[in-house]
């Protein structure tokens, strides 16, 4: 025997690991977790060995085989190849594993292996079971007691309910007793090595609350792959006995609520003294028993569902299948049993110290301060009506996963309502950003166009302005001396007329292809619309009204151009109206902007011309009318200012009022002087 180690000291990677490679991060195994033991870091599921209590559900679920549990076969094999005697414990579960072989023809095969001692632990049950009868014969009927046979429930509660170590029988599991037995009767330098279906037997054996009674604890699993790397096959053995003492009705252990048959107690559901609760129902079990809401004697509970539904077995039939061949063994056992001979050796064994300790290993989460709200705050949980408890992340509610969030053992990202909603987000964002790109490389490709058809127009009118202006003045110097001449006024009028043409669209051309700075100042837009007004003939007399919203009017703009701007956009719209049309300029806007709406109810603009009504020279009036410059040369200003100008319209009386609205917008204040 050896004195126990800290667990954390000798597996500081836990019993069960992950195979990064394998884990497809499908939160199964954070879900099932009874001990939320699971934590997600960087998007891989990683085993916090000291929350681990060992219960294997984790290996059990997951179907990408992605959990490792921890290879005792090494160690194992140096104790057969030492001088030592060696002995196999064998768990009363094997019945439900190796349904394939004789249980004699089992024997046989461990002797094969190596081990000189085939023992079972169902006798360790007979011990145990007796020690059980006893307690709760010769205690208070007050008191409560947690059935200590299952390694992973005495880890749980020493972790998670440390309040309620003191209630944990004081009895050690039939795996320990059957050790102890073993070292009375063939000396201290045994070596036992217990097979099982159990993972947390691997932690039992290094207890720092007793003796080491056991050197290694091997699952199913793994006997299974030692006799394939040995070639021990059923066919090339002999059969072969257990050695004494064989076991009783402690054989039926490993089934539900076999504690209480082996040890002669009956499960009364009238008074609720004695309670059973297996699987993932004892969480629940000891929360109630925490509380007082469960008061019982004594309460079994398993994290499986009884040992034969241990994660170290390794075939998949169901629970009753199993339960049958165990059943079927304990019969056939009971069948051909020495009673004498069993209870001569329990009686010989009845002064075996079977007592053990524990002690509280305090894992529970304490959060402090609002840390759980602020974390559901960030995850849009902003009221309870938010908290769907959906289960997703592998936690039973929010709370829980924000509070493995607060202790660093989960990430937000594992909840699916929130990541949806930001994928919602990210997908609006991404679109708001590709309309803005869009609008951005137009305004760009427009700019770009304006500034080349700005250098030629500078170019063109510049060259063109010195001869206009000889000929200019000599068309009006002719009009002044011959103008009275009936056979060259007309002509002469003519030449005149059209030199004063040509003159405007050299002007237009210099506006368009201005490069002067605007100069910004505050400004009433209010004024700055009726000036423009007044600025335009309104020969036609349409009526032109102002729709006002806006309490501050003044916006920072240069009151020159933006005149020019909305006089070209006014004498447009006039020019699109008949004379019972309407005009309407609304001004709106916030606190960063200010939007100026010009609405005519005219023809429209057709939706292939949309397109080009700010290309330099583009204009759907007739020859000699406009000059196409309008509104390249208010684009222009606009864009100036740091602003936008938009257009709406509708040509066909089919779909709609007919009619023409362009929207300016303008920035309230300008930065760095634009």
């Not at 046989?108 to 190596?114: D, E, F, P, Q, W």
């Not at 170590?165 to 050790?179: E, Q």
């Not at 076991?247 to 309670?275: N, T, Y």
């Amino acid at each position: 025997m050896t004195e126990g180690k800290a667990v954390k000291e000798i597996l500081p990677n836990g019993f069960v690991s992950t195979v990064k490679e394998r884990c497809r991060i499908c939160y199964t195994c954070v879900r099932e977790c009874p001990a939320k033991a699971i934590r997600i870091i960087n998007g891989q599921a990683d085993v916090i060995p000291e929350r681990c209590i060992g219960c294997g559900n984790c290996v059990r679920v997951c179907s990408q085989k992605a959990k490792k549990v921890l290879d005792s076969k090494p160690a194992v094999y140096e104790l057969l190849k030492s001088n030592h005697k060696t002995a196999a414990i064998l768990a009363p579960s094997f019945p439900a594993e190796f349904t394939e072989t004789s249980w004699p023809r089992l024997v046989g095969m461990l002797r094969k292996l190596g081990f000189n001692y085939v023992n079972e632990v169902g006798f360790g049950a007979d011990l145990v079971a007796a020690q059980y009868r006893k307690l709760l014969e010769q205690s208070s009927p007050n008191c409560r007691y947690i059935a200590t046979s299952c390694p992973a429930i005495i880890a749980y509660v020493e972790r998670y309910h440390p309040d309620l170590v003191g209630n944990l029988t004081p009895i050690v599991s039939p795996m320990v007793a059957a050790a102890k037995m073993l070292h009375s009767l063939h000396g201290n330098d045994l070596k036992i090595v217990f097979i099982g279906p159990c993972i947390a037997k691997k932690g039992e054996i290094i207890s720092t609350n007793m003796v080491s009674e056991v050197e290694e604890s091997l699952t199913f699993v793994e006997l299974r792959e030692m006799f394939a790397a040995e070639s021990i096959r059923p066919e090339n053995v002999e059969d072969s006995v257990f050695d004494e003492p064989f076991a009783g009705v402690g054989a039926i252990f490993p089934i539900s609520r076999g504690l209480f048959q082996s040890a002669k107690i009956e499960e009364d559901l009238v008074s609720g003294q004695i309670v059973a609760v297996e699987g993932s129902g004892f969480v629940d079990a000891f929360e109630e028993f925490e509380s007082g809401d469960m008061k019982v004697r004594l309460l079994e509970a398993l994290a499986c569902s009884g040992c034969i539904m241990g994660p170290g077995i390794s075939n998949e039939r169901p629970l009753f299948s199993r339960r049958a061949s165990v059943s079927g063994y304990v019969q056939e056992k009971m069948e051909n049993l020495n009673i004498a001979k069993w209870e001569e050796n329990v009686k010989r064994f009845e002064n075996l110290d079977l007592s053990r300790t524990f002690a509280a290993f305090d894992q529970r989460i304490k959060v402090t301060g609002n840390g759980i709200e602020q974390i559901l705050r960030q995850m849009g949980k902003t009221s309870p009506a938010d908290e769907l408890n959906c289960g997703a992340c592998g936690y039973s509610t929010c709370r829980q996963h924000a509070m493995a969030i607060w202790k660093g053992q989960a990430e937000s990202e594992m909840c699916l309502p929130y990541v949806i909603e930001q994928l919602h987000k990210n997908i609006d964002d991404l679109a708001n950003s590709n309309t803005r790109l869009a609008n951005m490389q137009e305004t760009l490709m427009q700019s770009e166009k304006l500034a080349s058809m700005g250098q030629l127009a500078a170019g063109v009118a510049h060259e063109i302005n010195n001869p206009l202006g000889v000929v200019l003045m000599y068309a009006h110097l002719l009009l002044e001396r011959y103008g009275q001449n009936p056979d060259m006024s007309d002509d002469l009028k003519l030449i005149a007329g059209q030199a004063d043409r040509c003159k405007k669209i050299v002007g237009g051309l210099l506006n368009f292809a201005r490069k002067n700075k605007t100069i910004l100042q505050p400004a009433d837009i209010y004024e700055v619309i009726e000036k423009s007004i007044q600025a335009v003939p309104n020969e036609k007399c349409v009526e032109i009204i102002i729709e006002n919203t806006l309490k501050d009017r003044i916006v920072e703009l240069d009151s020159d151009q933006m005149s020019q701007v909305f006089s070209n956009l006014i004498a447009n719209a006039i020019a699109a109206t008949d004379k019972t049309g309407l005009i309407t300029i609304a001004l709106g806007g916030d606190d960063k902007n200010l939007n100026v709406k010009i609405i005519d109810s005219g023809i429209g603009i057709p939706k292939s011309n949309l397109s080009k009504i700010f290309d330099p020279f583009f204009t759907t009036k007739q020859i000699g009318v406009g000059t196409g410059l309008g509104l390249a040369v208010a684009y222009g200003i606009v864009k100036m200012h740091r602003g936008d100008i938009q257009v709406e319209s509708n040509a066909d009386p089919a779909t709609g009022p007919t009619g023409t609205t362009f929207t300016v917008v303008l920035r309230r204040k300008q930065m760095n002087g634009f």
